[in-house]
């Protein structure tokens, strides 16, 4: 949706398909937390009114390192700060914009097809209304997410994988309850990870680290508010607000790249191409700068023919996925409990909590991968290279 409406932005005209219902996407609640150029973003290419109103604006997150709530200050060590407000209330106002323009959305396609990606002239083939379509283009732009059909459709030789699994999952609830913080609390306990968060100020979000295919029928809501209450408590009398429980549900988490993000006239974005485990928060902000840096190549290419942007574009957006990918990885095992780890590591981790949440040096270099790396300077960096 943010390709499209950048793509609008530059006079250019796209074809969005979406096998969801439109219900479905503005309804789902998946990640909340945009990062300053995300938000910065939204502002600037006129999508950001509902966001600058509703959005809730954090100067810092805690981390409660074995219930001692320990504050990290980001608006202080980095200048920046991070905004909740949810992915399915961003898609919402890019739906909302998309309408404006009057160019194509469709939702509810179904058996999609790509061919002769390497050729000028791509083509999409699906369903839709039970009629059978095709579309002819330039690009495409394969932002169908991890599942989709875009990745799957390049030849295994032209594409490299790397891949990591971790021993655990997030049991998430949105609860009918007013945030006890004003900020987002990450949690180290005994019995693992937990994480309070937010979506306005009568709607609390929360995780709860578990097993990756852990079963949702072993988890009445009563025992979810006991261990959340257990592992989020703060020996300074903090926890939760407790309320009813409107939505519940399991995700694994993995590490995964794809690379290169391009095949012939075909490029991945977002997660088709890269997922992070959600401890840092990175998944929607990656995707955001993924489409902003296409979107530039692709109007570049109208603009000029000039096509170095979008040779470059897998290369340059690699470099802050991996950047993310670390991030959260490092999160990821600051945070949780490693069944199959030693002692050792349990110490040792132990020692790191207590470095990230005292040193000045450690909680900046936290903070400042938090509230994320520019985009635009990142981009008008490249732009400057490009001209030498
Ligand atoms: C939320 C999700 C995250 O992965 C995270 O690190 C922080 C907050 C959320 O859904 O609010």
Redesign the pocket.
């Known amino acids: 949706m943010m390709l499209g409406h950048l793509l609008h932005l530059a006079g250019i005209d796209s074809v969005i398909i979406e096998n969801r219902s439109r219900d479905y996407v503005i309804e789902r609640?998946?990640?909340?937390?945009l990062e300053q150029g995300t938000v910065d973003l939204m502002i600037e290419s006129g999508v950001g009114a509902r966001l600058q109103r509703e959005g809730l604006f954090h100067d810092g997150i805690s981390i409660n390192v074995y219930a001692q709530r320990r504050r990290i200050d980001m608006a202080a060590l980095t200048g920046r700060r991070i905004t909740?407000y949810?992915q399915n209330e961003v898609v919402k106002d890019l739906i909302a914009a998309r309408m404006v323009t009057g160019r194509a959305l469709l939702f509810e396609v179904a058996d999609v097809t790509i061919d002769d990606v390497n050729s000028k002239q791509p083509k999409i083939h699906f369903t839709h209304n039970d009629e059978l379509q095709e579309i002819r283009c330039d690009f495409i732009a394969g932002c169908d997410g991890f599942h989709g059909i875009c990745r799957p459709s390049i030849p295994e030789d032209c594409i490299q994988i790397f891949e990591r699994t971790y021993p655990f999952g997030?049991l998430?609830i949105l609860a009918n309850a007013a945030p006890s913080s004003s900020e987002?609390v990450?949690s180290r306990h005994p019995n693992g990870f937990a994480?309070f968060?937010?979506?306005s100020n009568t709607v609390t979000?929360l995780?709860l680290q578990c097993l990756p295919d852990e079963d949702l029928a072993q988890w009445p809501d009563d025992r979810i508010w006991e261990e959340l209450l257990t592992r989020l408590g703060s020996d300074d009398g903090w926890k939760p607000n407790v309320g009813p429980i409107l939505q519940k549900g399991v995700t694994g988490m993995r590490s995964f790249v794809a690379e290169p993000m391009r095949y012939g006239r075909m490029f991945l974005a977002g997660d088709a191409a890269h997922i992070v485990p959600?401890?840092?928060?990175k998944?929607l902000n990656l995707a955001i700068a993924d489409v902003w840096r296409l979107s530039r190549a692709v109007a570049e290419y109208y603009q000029s023919g000039y096509e170095a942007l979008l040779d470059r574009y897998s290369e340059e957006c690699l470099q802050r996925v991996w950047r993310a990918q670390q991030f959260s990885w490092w999160?990821t095992s600051l945070l949780h409990r490693s069944d199959t780890g030693n002692p050792f590591d349990c110490r040792r981790q132990r020692a790191e909590l207590e470095s990230v949440t005292s040193s000045p040096a450690a909680m900046t270099m936290l903070a400042e991968n938090y509230v994320g790396f520019p985009v635009a300077h990142e981009f008008a960096a490249l732009q400057m290279v490009l001209r030498r």
């Open positions: 609640v998946r990640a909340g937390v909740v949810g997030w998430g987002l990450y994480l968060s937010m979506r979000r995780y959600p401890t840092g928060a998944g999160m």
